[in-house]
Structure formats: structure tokens, C-alpha cells
């Protein structure tokens, strides 16, 4: 079994920073993708940014620039640090797993965490 736990999130004015982190545990052989999604309020869930095991970005428009997403392979760990925080960054963020093949299955499965809560306060 997989678990995919979120830390970090919290409240924090506008224009401070916040530093996310993510562990993947278990009989995790590799994981293809990991990822950091969000949902505000009344919205779907969003991309903000992912990066493969190799090391390749991708970013959401609104926080190129402003976010850094980064992983540790060995540790199955992955961070966002956020930079320049907006209102509209509040949401609940969540890690995810993608492409996990484990020690007892070769076929991929997906992991999500439970989200942690970021507030940016005007």
C-alpha cells in the first residue's frame, strides 16, 4: 500500500512565501510523475505544476515565475516552494503520485494525498 502525505500548508500574507513538502511511502519501486494540484472554493481541481522522474517541469500559467517545484527520487519526496503568494493562490493543495509501480505490482497506479490548506490573507 501507497501513502501520499502533504505538509506545510498554513497562512501567510500576501507577497510571503510558503514551502510545501510531499512523502510517497511504501513498496514504491518508482514513480513516473509527481505533482501539485489545488482547489479553491466552489472550483475544480487545478494543475499548478508537475516534473518527472528525469526531472522535466511543468507549470500552471498563473504561477510560472512565482513557483518551484522540486523532488528528491530517492526519498519519494516532492516540494513546491511558492514565492510571491497571492490571494488567489488559497486553496487546499494536493500531492500527487502518478505512474507508482511498486514492488508487488508492475502495473502504474496513481497516489493522491488528503491536501494541506494555503491561505494568503490581502
Not at 505533482?35 to 511543468?58: C, D, F, M
Not at 488567489?88 to 494541506?116: K, L, M, N
Request: hydrophobic residues 40%.
Amino acid at each position: 500500500q501507497v501513502q501520499v502525505v502533504e505538509s506545510g500548508g498554513g497562512l501567510v500574507q500576501a507577497g510571503g512565501s510558503l514551502r510545501l513538502s510531499c512523502l510517497a511511502s511504501g513498496s514504491i519501486f518508482m514513480i513516473n510523475i509527481m505533482g501539485w494540484y489545488r482547489q479553491a472554493p466552489g472550483k475544480q481541481r487545478e494543475l499548478v505544476a508537475t516534473i518527472t522522474s528525469g526531472g522535466s517541469t511543468n507549470y500552471a500559467d498563473s504561477v510560472k515565475g512565482r513557483f518551484t517545484i522540486s523532488r528528491d527520487n530517492a526519498k519519494n519526496a516532492l516540494f513546491l516552494q511558492m514565492n510571491s503568494l497571492k490571494p488567489e493562490d488559497t486553496a487546499v493543495y494536493y500531492c500527487a503520485a502518478h505512474g507508482v509501480i511498486t514492488v508487488v505490482s508492475i502495473f502504474p497506479r496513481d497516489y493522491w494525498g488528503q491536501g494541506t490548506q494555503v491561505t494568503v490573507s490581502s
